[in-house]
């Protein structure tokens, strides 16, 4: 998945938008290399941020607040690491993208960037990425050095694997683990049931993503969840967001923290209810408007959260009793200065 835009154009079927900020205000050496890193389709972005704000939020301690500091770093971080991992899919599926109608115009298959370029343009991604990860804690940093490996692995899913949407949920949900180890030092329950819910989250939604290039994606021989579930497709979407809701509402139960979190999640489940009744399975444009709208689903759950955390009596913790990996309990770290950034290594 490529969690970009999707637009009809004079060119066919096409993932490159024009008229965009991009256009209008980058020189036109620099447009092709914002477009590869995809700085002008933020969905995949936000989809990418989410997790990671989820868990800073539940983090939280009780009667407070996020860090909104925090919380801002870890936008800024990713922005640098969507983009990378974007690059990353690109240079490996440069041949793949010339016989995909959407994708044949990318800059690379376009002639726009070469390979060379591409891995050049990387090396600075990967290096401001590095730069931000050596800001975090040692357990981050262990789960930060964890992840290149699903960032590099991912790409490759696609041709050897059914399930790549599977392998996407584990790379793209990162942020849940490091958001809370950001926060607390410790890789708690509550964190590994958010990411469990993610990786469901993303299943469902990329699976609707990948129906968009189902007919191209058969001929070139490219597997996804969409040619794998194929009439069924809504049927298994609907299962995985039950299972996303249901994990999300365990996360939030195992804090101690009652029903004034989990009653506004409801809001959610609602918002995720409504997407699979209404979405038209064959239809491409529908698909991608489906997807794209997952954002509110993130808006969503993280006001609920954060509403949540921010009513509890301070005497209850967040985390509180629940073993955790680390070597700090539930104390809180050091506040982040002004000039640490929060690494997101994923893509």
């Known amino acids: 998945m490529s969690a970009s835009s999707t637009t009809d154009t004079a060119t066919g079927h096409t993932d490159i938008r024009t008229g965009t900020w991009v256009d209008r205000v980058l020189p036109a050496g620099l447009?092709?290399?914002a477009r590869l890193a995809r700085l002008d389709r933020p969905i995949g972005t936000w989809l990418l941020l989410f997790p990671g704000w989820w868990a800073i939020a539940l983090a939280a301690p009780a009667g407070q607040w996020p860090d909104w500091w925090l919380m801002a770093l870890f936008a800024v971080g990713a922005v640098v690491m969507r983009g990378a991992g974007c690059t990353v899919n690109d240079i490996l599926d440069r041949k793949l993208d010339a016989k995909v109608e959407r994708t044949r115009v990318r800059p690379i298959p376009a002639g726009e960037v070469t390979v060379f370029q591409?891995?050049?343009?990387?090396?600075?991604?990967?290096?401001?990425?590095?730069?931000?990860?050596?800001?975090l804690n040692f357990l981050s940093i262990l789960l930060g050095v964890a992840s290149l490996v699903l960032v590099f692995s991912y790409p490759l899913m696609k041709r050897i694997t059914w399930w790549p949407q599977a392998f996407l949920?584990?790379?793209?949900?990162?942020?849940?683990?490091?958001?809370?180890?950001?926060?607390?030092?410790?890789?708690?329950?509550?964190?590994?049931?958010?990411?469990a819910g993610c990786i469901l989250w993303t299943l469902g939604y990329d699976t609707i993503y990948a129906h968009q290039d189902k007919e191209d994606d058969a001929r070139v021989g490219i597997k996804s969840t969409a040619l794998l579930f194929g009439a069924k497709s809504k049927r298994w979407v609907a299962g995985f967001y039950a299972g996303a809701f249901a994990l999300w509402l365990a996360a939030l139960s195992s804090l101690g923290q009652g029903w004034v979190l989990a009653v506004p999640l409801l809001?959610?489940?609602?918002?995720?209810?409504?997407?699979?009744?209404g979405w038209q399975v064959d239809d491409p444009a529908d698909s991608l408007a489906t997807f794209k709208a997952s954002r509110f689903v993130g808006w969503a759950l993280l006001v609920a959260i954060m509403a949540g955390v921010a009513s509890q009596p301070a005497a209850l913790s967040a985390g509180g009793g629940i073993p955790g990996i680390g070597g700090n309990g539930n104390r809180m770290p050091a506040p982040v200065g002004p000039l640490q950034l929060v690494a997101y290594p994923i893509r």
């Open 31 to 33: 447009r092709p290399y």
């Open 118 to 135: 591409a891995l050049g343009f990387l090396g600075l991604q990967l290096f401001l990425g590095l730069l931000v990860l050596l800001q």
């Open 169 to 195: 949920g584990l790379t793209f949900n990162w942020g849940a683990l490091m958001g809370w180890t950001a926060v607390k030092g410790t890789l708690d329950a509550p964190a590994l049931l958010l990411y």
């Open 267 to 277: 809001a959610t489940g609602g918002l995720l209810w409504v997407q699979v009744r």
